[in-house]
């Protein structure tokens, strides 16, 4: 199970800006553990976080990694998913089970919720 760590700027408090009404924006990284799962690794941040997550995580972007993976969130089962070129250039591939991703450090995402 891969870590979330919230950006914490000066003071120690999470980076949460608060936008229109219940809509807010949190900042953080995400770092995958030594064996990848196929279909994933939790990325659960109002389970995580739910004292700053009220409701529903309604989008999350991650940056790219420095392997070149794409991440992509699955609302639906709370994970993050690497994808990879493969051997065609135009296809994305889910990484492979038990591949070690942890190298790939503290990946920043953003996230949306309410």
Same mark, same amino acid.
Do not use: C
């Given at each position: ?19 229109? /009404?219940? *809509?807010? $924006?949190?900042?953080? @990284? ?5 064996? +990848?799962?196929? #279909? ?27 392997? /070149?993976? *794409?991440? $992509?969130?699955?609302? @639906? ?5 690497? +994808?990879?070129? #493969? ?28």
């Amino acid at each position: 199970m891969g870590t979330i760590a919230l950006t914490t700027p000066s003071g120690g408090r999470p980076n949460i800006v608060s936008y229109s /009404g219940d *809509l807010r $924006v949190i900042v953080g @990284t995400f770092t995958f553990s030594s064996s +990848y799962s196929t #279909g994933g690794e939790a990325f659960d941040l109002a389970g995580s976080y739910g004292n700053l997550v009220r409701g529903t995580v309604v989008f999350v972007n991650f940056m790219p990694t420095t392997g /070149g993976h *794409l991440l $992509v969130w699955d609302a @639906t089962n709370k994970k993050v998913k690497a +994808y990879w070129s #493969g051997t065609a250039s135009a296809v994305l591939n889910e990484v492979t089970a038990a591949t070690n991703l942890s190298g790939q450090g503290a990946i920043p995402f953003i996230a949306w919720v309410r």
